[in-house]
């Protein structure tokens, strides 16, 4: 089987290796050139296990291509660019059409395409006559994790325009082959489904958020809570309710937004969806606040920023806590960042701030430490840095930083969802 990933986004290369480690022959094709061979060159999220040294030495079976004509002796042809909100807020979809129509201009009619991009519920039907064999498949990847999430997958979703009708055969086999359960049902169910997680997921950090900031004003410890919390059943060891700074990223804020935009346009109820929105904005914030007031009583000379990327195993920073810091102190205040992964997009416009090699040129002369990304590797560090430093504020939402460390020193460890003296 010969099966084309059209968009070499993270998505399309996440997917197209993992179906190569299944043994399908994989055309990665893509009509953006640029991103094309930045992929084909190993230029791609370092954050991304197995990926960057796949793609330094693909095997034959592997190739890239930005030649549509090759479109042609495929016997499948997956839709796989990420798509992200536009400034109103609107999922931009004009590359996965873009996608779709120069696919269907070069397969046969019976060539399966499946839109396998983040678009929301109506759009593949309302595209469909594109192509008579157009389908739908729902992707759960998660940044740091899109290949193994890929090569793994634990279900599939898919729609199709009638769910009674069998699945074309180039789709079926593509399906079975990696062995999870399969679950089929029309465009519109598959595509709230996708929604309907990433709306579900937020929701649990929602409300592990809220309760842990309520936690710290009751005098109660969130991290407490937490644990007792796994090990009920309904909620379990998985479950989303490490609190944190809101919702990062951009995948499960643009879905909120979808959910919201779609309830207000057909007349449902989108409190929930807003609130979601409102108290995410309110979390992310939370390091800003801490600082604000540390700044008012006048604490504040040198500040370090320990992370840019929104979350490890990735380097998107989009939804960080990191960068918004810098930019939003980075005129007033001396500031110094280190992220493992991600490098500091034009500093000179920020002449305060600048960006260390190492984490401990990073810490060294810093009266606050922001930890905005929760790297494990900053742990030792900073555990050294609190026994032989001075004065030293760490604001530390992730509970990076074990208090005993801090315990008998002159350091203050501000943590979310626990009392702060």
């Known amino acids: 089987m010969k099966v084309a990933f059209a968009g070499m986004s993270h998505l399309g290369v996440c997917m197209s290796i993992a179906a190569h480690g299944w043994g399908v022959d994989v055309l990665g094709f893509d009509v953006d050139a640029q991103r094309a061979n930045r992929v084909a060159s190993g230029d791609f999220d370092a954050a991304e296990p197995g990926v960057v040294e796949f ?3 693909p095997p034959a079976r592997f190739r890239i291509t930005t030649d549509p004509a090759e479109l042609a002796g495929v016997d499948l042809v997956m839709v796989t660019v990420d798509t992200v909100l536009d400034d109103s807020g ?3 979809t004009h590359e996965v059409v873009e996608l779709i129509q120069t696919a269907a201009s070069h397969v046969e009619r019976h060539v399966p395409i499946v839109v396998a991009s983040q678009v929301r519920p109506g759009f593949t039907r309302s595209h469909s006559y594109l192509h008579p064999e157009l389908h739908y498949f729902m992707e759960t990847l998660i940044f740091g994790r899109g290949l193994d999430r890929a090569s793994r997958p634990e279900r599939y979703i898919v729609g199709c325009a009638d769910p009674t009708r069998s699945l074309p055969r180039a789709w079926a086999d593509y399906l079975a082959v990696a062995g999870c359960p399969i679950h089929v049902m029309s465009y519109e169910s598959a595509e709230l489904t996708k929604l309907s997680a990433n709306f579900i997921l937020a929701a649990n950090i929602t409300a592990a958020n809220s309760l842990a900031d309520l936690a710290a004003r009751l005098g109660a410890n969130w991290q407490h809570i937490e644990a007792a919390l796994r090990d009920d059943q309904r909620i379990g060891q ?3 309710i490490s609190a944190g700074l809101g919702i990062g990223g951009a995948n499960l804020s643009r879905d909120l937004h979808g959910i919201r935009d779609m309830a207000n346009r057909l007349g449902a109820d989108a409190h929930l969806a807003e609130t979601m929105l409102h108290h995410s904005d309110y979390m992310r914030n939370w390091v800003l606040r801490v600082i604000t007031d540390i700044r008012q009583r006048g604490q504040l000379t040198r500040l370090t920023v320990l992370g840019l990327a ?9 939804g960080g806590a990191g960068i918004d810091l810098v930019n939003l102190l980075g005129s007033s205040v001396t500031v110094v960042v280190h992220d493992p992964e991600v490098i500091l997009p034009d500093p000179s416009a920020l002449a305060m701030v600048s960006q260390a090699r190492t984490v401990d040129q990073s810490l060294s002369g810093s009266d606050v430490i922001a930890i905005t990304t929760p790297y494990p590797a900053y742990r030792e560090a900073l555990r050294k840095h609190i026994a032989t430093s001075a004065g030293t504020i760490v604001v530390d939402p992730y ?3 074990d ?12 943590q979310l969802g626990v009392v702060n003296d």
Do not use: F, I
């Not at 208090?403 to 501000?414: I, M, R």
């Open 55 to 57: 793609l330094t030495s």
């Open 310 to 318: 929104y979350k490890p195993g990735t380097q998107s920073m989009r």
């Open 90 to 92: 609107e999922n931009d």
């Open 238 to 240: 998985k479950a989303y």
């Open 399 to 401: 509970r990076v930083v």
């Open 403 to 414: 208090p005993s460390w801090a315990a008998g020193t002159s350091t203050t460890l501000v």
